[in-house]
């Protein structure tokens, strides 16, 4: 149900947002893996959710050396999901239901089957094939020395060796990732014609907007030089670099040739709020996905100040925040909210890590409200609201991750929040394939995930999905929620509470029951009150009189 509120033109600067990863949904085929036919056959689903768009993972052509984030053909659909015809079917079929779809472009790196890579391997040094990429000679004796010692967001070197026809080592490529993406070089203007074509390629297909992996990484010094200790803003080597900016003003400006609003959303991990900010303005990306706010502990300061520093750099620009509790690439909240460390780094990911699911599912239900009532889109990843938690006893011979592999062993990968969703049933794959599937799931499921199934959970008024959809549906119909002001409230050591016009939010982080300020009536809580008061490690949103506007 859309906001009736809210211009159309301005869907995106309060939307709720799904994302999907298709692998993982719904398989329709019955191989074991999510599909085109299976995401479409639950559209409505994600309808009675009330979403308002989806982001869908990549579904190209890809090897899947990442999950798909290591393209072949960004203009076909890897066999495996399905059709480029059912890509515009589900494209069509969800805005028929009022939802929209953003595809993701990774315009960084391509996959080392991609064309432009075989054609430069198979291409002389110095060639035009080799100027899109990043190819090098070694230093030291006979090359044999890589020409920087970037190291890779996955771990381990950026740079791999090639070899010549006649066997004899030859150049170095750079790949920021997996030697399996080659990264482009974005100073090449065929990279930067092709990338606009594939975004034109997207949009007259009915995609309302572009996820653009790898945001910040794109552009790279030419001279590689190595990372310095302490690098200025802009001085990375090959991290938020000034000249990315132009690339998105050529990528706004196609985005914006369209009568209707298409978006740019960018996934930028910067630390620095000000130069996160810079992606945001008016004609560049629309926004960005905020993983400050994800990644900060559950503690009312740290959570305070990060909401407080991102909407002062937000406002700075004009653009919507936007709020995320998780996608495919971290711990799962419910997991996550139920440690010591309850903040999210890669580089802090161990297996055996003590949890506490009920701890971290409570707190998970809080998170949710507390993001759901900021100002700008929110995000949920498929399966936070199941409340699903990270699958931390895969076998390790079913593990697929490079994370995981790159790091040694010691990082156990991402692969345990990719999972495929459990939809019915007592038992794998719970609906997630068909009763004929000749597959297993290609990650194994719990055998406990009988409780949190979309079929149970819709039985059960106190489950995770009731509360989602009650939140998204309770925000649809509250013209203060969604884009808008903020004014804090109050806050103390454990307790945060803002107003969003006639609605406060209220979250206690800490351990005792706390009075709630005046209100009418309870609109929603992530747990029932007790006596009237608001428990440890719950949100309530409540019907206020309005702010006196003097
Ligand atoms: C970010 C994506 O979310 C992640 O899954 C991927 O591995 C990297 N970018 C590289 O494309």
């Known amino acids: 149900m859309p906001q009736q509120h809210r211009p159309d033109a301005l869907w995106w600067r309060d939307a709720v947002i799904y994302q999907v990863y298709p692998r993982s949904f719904a398989d329709g085929d019955g191989d074991g893996t999510g599909d085109l036919t299976g995401l479409r056959a639950r559209l409505p689903y994600l309808a009675g959710l009330g979403v308002d768009a ?22 076909r659909i890897d066999p495996a999901f399905g059709t480029l015809e059912q890509a515009e079917q589900v494209i069509a079929d969800a805005r028929a239901l009022g939802i929209r779809t953003i595809v993701d472009v990774v315009p960084n790196h391509v996959s080392d089957q991609h064309a432009w890579f075989r054609a430069a391997l198979a291409a002389a040094p110095g060639s035009p094939e080799r100027a899109r990429f990043w190819f090098h000679p070694g230093t030291g004796p006979n090359g044999d020395t890589m020409p920087t010692h970037w190291r890779s967001d996955f771990a381990g070197s950026t740079w791999t060796r090639t070899t010549e026809p006649d066997g004899t080592p030859g150049e170095w490529y750079l790949h920021l990732f997996t030697p399996q993406q080659p990264d482009l070089n974005w100073s090449n203007p065929d990279v930067v014609a092709e990338h606009l074509d594939i975004l034109r390629f997207w949009f007259d297909r009915g995609a309302a907007g572009i996820r653009i992996d790898s945001a910040a990484l794109l552009v790279k010094d030419p001279a590689l030089p190595e990372v310095p200790l302490n690098p200025g803003p802009g001085a ?12 998105y003003r050529g990528w706004r400006a196609v985005a914006d040739s369209y009568p209707d609003t298409r978006v740019l959303v960018g996934e930028v991990w910067l630390a620095d709020p000000e130069r996160f900010a810079r992606f945001l303005r008016p004609d560049e990306m629309h926004t960005a996905f905020n993983f400050d706010f994800m990644a900060r502990p559950w503690q009312a300061a740290a959570l305070r100040e990060s909401i407080d520093s991102t909407l002062a750099a937000h406002a700075s620009v004009g653009a919507p925040p936007t709020w995320v509790l998780s996608n495919h690439d971290v711990t799962r909240p419910v997991t996550r909210y139920g440690r010591a460390d309850t903040g999210f780094s890669f580089a802090a990911k161990r297996f055996g890590t003590p949890t506490d699911l009920d701890l971290g599912r409570r707190r998970a239900r809080a998170a949710a409200l507390l993001a759901a009532a900021l100002p700008g889109p929110w995000y949920v990843y498929q399966g936070e609201e199941l409340g699903l938690p990270e699958v931390e006893d895969l076998p390790p011979e079913v593990l697929q991750d490079p994370m995981h592999f790159r790091s040694g062993g010691a990082d156990p990968g991402r692969d345990g929040c990719r999972v495929p969703l459990p939809w019915s049933g007592t038992a794998a794959p719970y609906g997630f394939s068909p009763p004929d599937a000749t597959h297993e799931p290609w990650l194994p499921q719990p055998a406990d995930w009988g409780a949190l199934t979309v079929e149970a959970e819709e039985a059960d008024p ?37 107003a969003r016009g006639d609605v406060t939010c209220v979250v206690n982080l800490g351990a005792a029951a706390v009075e709630l ?4 009536h309870v609109l929603l809580s992530s747990e029932p009150l007790e006596s009237g008061r608001l428990p440890r490690d719950t949100a309530a949103w409540l019907r206020t009189a309005p702010p006196v506007v003097v």
């Open 236 to 247: 990375h080597p090959h991290v938020d670099r000034d000249e990315l900016h132009d690339i």
């Open 462 to 498: 106190r489950s995770m999905l009731h509360l989602y959809r009650e939140a998204i549906r309770v925000r649809h119909g509250e013209p203060s929620l969604g884009d808008g002001p903020l004014s804090w409230l109050w806050s103390s050591p454990d307790v945060l509470a803002f």
């Open 517 to 520: 300020p005046p209100h009418t």
């Open 54 to 75: 989806l982001w869908v993972t990549p579904w190209y052509a890809s090897p899947m050396a990442d999950g798909g984030y290591d393209v072949a053909d960004y203009r």
